[in-house]
């Protein structure tokens, strides 16, 4: 069985936003896909946070499977653009509006902020029978707080509560921006910040 973007070890842009494009995630990691980000540094057009997401592929073969999924997306109504690069093929796919407002909530980091309705939509509760860790973040599992309390070596849960705001570290530039360069204006928090 292949495993989805969310059990796998994919920056937070792939696990908490990728979702909103309501692509099937088993078939893009079959074609090849590596990696969401929300700015590519290096592309003339920047979209920046105004609502889309740079999806990078870096398939196996270059063959017909993969240009009949290519066309596919280019079929799509929320396509932008493709472009090639050094290490893939770069979708620019907008998010659905519907969902918007979850990309500044994001970049804060407000991750038990999201909308509700996205969460529910676009976020599966469960994976293998159990509670998804996304849900765990979206909605501040205890079990999860008590966890990451005692991995920051908190004693005692209610003071590591006042410290603790979000179950999730913030998304850092150097890990959502595909092609980062530190000169750049954005939103996001540099890990250096």
Partial sequence: MTKTPVELKY?????????????????????????????????????????CLFLLFKPGNLNSDFEDFCESLRKLSNYKDEYDIQQGVVFVLEINNKYKDILNTFVEGSYSKFNKTYIKECIPQYINGKLSKRWKIFYKDKALLEELAADLGYKNLDIAKDYIDELEDKPYAEDEILRYNPEIETKLTRRND
Avoid: C, S, V
């Fill in 11 to 51: 920056n937070r842009t792939t696990r908490f936003l990728l979702p909103a494009l309501k692509l099937n995630e088993e078939f893009l990691l079959n074609m090849g896909f590596y990696n969401a980000y929300l700015q590519d540094h290096e592309y003339d057009i920047r979209w920046d946070l105004e609502g």
